[in-house]
């Protein structure tokens, strides 16, 4: 026993709403083998190294933040702002830390704008794990190729081997990175990318035949088309009579568009079915036969993405789900434009309640 280091006082845990400190002063002990009789002070496992707070009362901290504000909780908690990043760059790694999963099972991609409009984008990679959970792997500060396939080529060799299939978008980058690093997973579009881009290739021959129609016809049969957008974009089956009756008067001056939507209705009910990839596969080579009997050209850039769907008959549904509780956290916040502080603060809305019950 040589002495005992200075006072300390940590922040604790309140009690009954009054503010709790602990002091403490931790003892020192001479080793009398070692060159120098160093004394080294004797470690102690409740307070975090360099904190001004216990451990317990950190994880309060963290947990009274998933899904709030820094300073929601610095009111809260009488804490400074400061003290809780602290607190948050402290506990919270600044990148994926790969020791936690046993296996990626489905790799999402998608991009989110961090500012208002369409720039300035940043890709969240994700993952749905075995189990069903979402968790987030990385904030990747572009969505070139080069930067997506330098972080799969991060991915531990190991849990590569796990991961079957990836949700993205239809952007290029993504999948030439994709089939670069991970040759064998199978890259999966969304349905619902797939059925944007097929209603948007029915609603551009829409508007060249309304343009069309609005030089030939005179003004006052023009005008009892107009209401024609909202019926034409909405499924069939939804369609009131009245808007029914818009779609045939429609019809009737451009039928080029009634065996359009007829062919865009029929490719949504066989998405509807509970098909099995050799069944989906028939009835798309009969669609796209179809088509191009028919001459319709308009639904000739997806018709290679369509397939991809029934492969697993997976979809991005949980990336969707994660950019929307992103979008939350950006108004929670006021924006969050440090990648770093991003990936912390989605980790712990994601994972907060595992960590810290």
Same mark, same amino acid.
């Given at each position: 026993?040589?002495?005992?280091?200075?006072?300390?006082?940590?922040?604790?845990?309140?009690?009954?709403?009054?503010?709790?400190?602990?002091?403490?002063?931790?003892?020192?002990?001479?080793?009398?083998?070692?060159?120098?009789?160093?004394?080294?002070? %004797?470690?102690?496992?409740?307070?975090?190294?360099?904190?001004?707070?216990?451990?317990?009362?950190?994880?309060?901290?963290?947990?009274?933040?998933?899904?709030?504000?820094?300073?929601?909780?610095?009111?809260?908690?009488?804490?400074?702002?400061?003290?809780?990043?602290?607190?948050?760059?402290?506990?919270?790694?600044?990148?994926?830390?790969?020791?936690?999963?046993?296996?990626?099972?489905?790799?999402?991609?998608?991009?989110?704008?961090?500012?208002?409009?369409?720039?300035?984008?940043?890709?969240?990679?994700?993952?749905?794990?075995?189990?069903?959970?979402?968790?987030?792997? !990385?904030?990747?500060?572009?969505?070139?190729?080069?930067?997506?396939?330098?972080?799969?080529?991060?991915?531990?060799?190991?849990?590569?081997?796990?991961?079957?299939?990836?949700?993205?978008?239809?952007?290029?980058?993504?999948?030439?990175?994709? %089939?670069?690093?991970?040759?064998?997973?199978?890259?999966?579009?969304?349905?619902?990318?797939?059925?944007?881009?097929?209603?948007?290739?029915?609603?551009?021959?829409?508007?060249?035949?309304?343009?069309?129609?609005?030089?030939?016809?005179?003004?006052?049969?023009?005008?009892?088309?107009?209401?024609?957008?909202?019926?034409?974009?909405?499924?069939?089956?939804?369609?009131?009579?009245?808007? %029914?009756?818009?779609?045939?008067?429609?019809?009737?001056? !451009?039928?080029?568009?009634?065996?359009?939507?007829?062919?865009?209705?029929?490719?949504?009910?066989?998405?509807?079915?509970?098909?099995?990839?050799?069944?989906?596969?028939?009835?798309?080579?009969?669609?796209?036969?179809?088509?191009?009997?028919?001459?319709?050209?308009?639904?000739?850039?997806?018709?290679?993405?369509?397939?991809?769907?029934?492969?697993?008959?997976?979809?991005?549904?949980?990336?969707?789900?994660?950019?929307?509780?992103?979008?939350?956290?950006?108004?929670?916040?006021?924006?969050?434009?440090?990648?770093?502080?991003?990936?912390?603060?989605?980790?712990?809305?994601?994972?907060?309640?595992?960590?810290?019950?």
């Amino acid at each position: 026993m040589h002495g005992y280091s200075e006072w300390i006082q940590l922040g604790h845990l309140p009690i009954l709403g009054r503010a709790v400190y602990l002091r403490y002063r931790a003892k020192r002990f001479e080793c009398p083998y070692c060159e120098g009789h160093p004394t080294p002070t %004797q470690p102690v496992v409740w307070p975090t190294p360099n904190s001004p707070y216990t451990r317990a009362y950190e994880d309060h901290i963290l947990k009274m933040l998933i899904n709030s504000t820094v300073q929601d909780v610095s009111l809260k908690e009488q804490v400074g702002y400061d003290g809780i990043l602290g607190i948050v760059e402290r506990r919270i790694a600044s990148s994926v830390e790969w020791s936690r999963y046993g296996d990626l099972s489905v790799l999402g991609l998608d991009e989110i704008a961090l500012t208002k409009g369409h720039g300035d984008f940043v890709v969240i990679v994700s993952s749905r794990l075995s189990t069903g959970q979402v968790v987030v792997l !990385a904030v990747l500060p572009d969505r070139t190729k080069a930067t997506v396939q330098a972080f799969l080529e991060s991915i531990p060799t190991v849990l590569k081997a796990t991961m079957h299939s990836v949700c993205t978008d239809m952007y290029e980058g993504y999948r030439q990175a994709v %089939q670069t690093v991970l040759p064998d997973a199978q890259v999966v579009v969304d349905r619902f990318h797939v059925t944007k881009l097929y209603r948007q290739a029915a609603s551009k021959v829409r508007q060249a035949e309304m343009k069309r129609l609005k030089k030939s016809l005179p003004t006052a049969q023009y005008d009892t088309l107009k209401a024609c957008r909202h019926a034409f974009w909405k499924n069939y089956v939804d369609l009131t009579n009245e808007e %029914q009756q818009v779609l045939e008067r429609l019809f009737d001056y !451009a039928p080029k568009l009634r065996l359009v939507h007829a062919f865009r209705e029929g490719l949504r009910a066989i998405f509807e079915r509970s098909l099995t990839k050799v069944q989906a596969q028939d009835q798309l080579k009969a669609w796209m036969f179809l088509v191009r009997e028919q001459h319709i050209e308009c639904f000739e850039p997806f018709l290679k993405t369509l397939t991809n769907f029934f492969v697993q008959r997976l979809t991005s549904g949980f990336v969707e789900g994660l950019n929307n509780k992103i979008k939350v956290l950006k108004r929670r916040t006021f924006g969050l434009s440090n990648l770093t502080h991003l990936f912390q603060r989605l980790f712990l809305d994601l994972e907060g309640y595992q960590l810290w019950p």
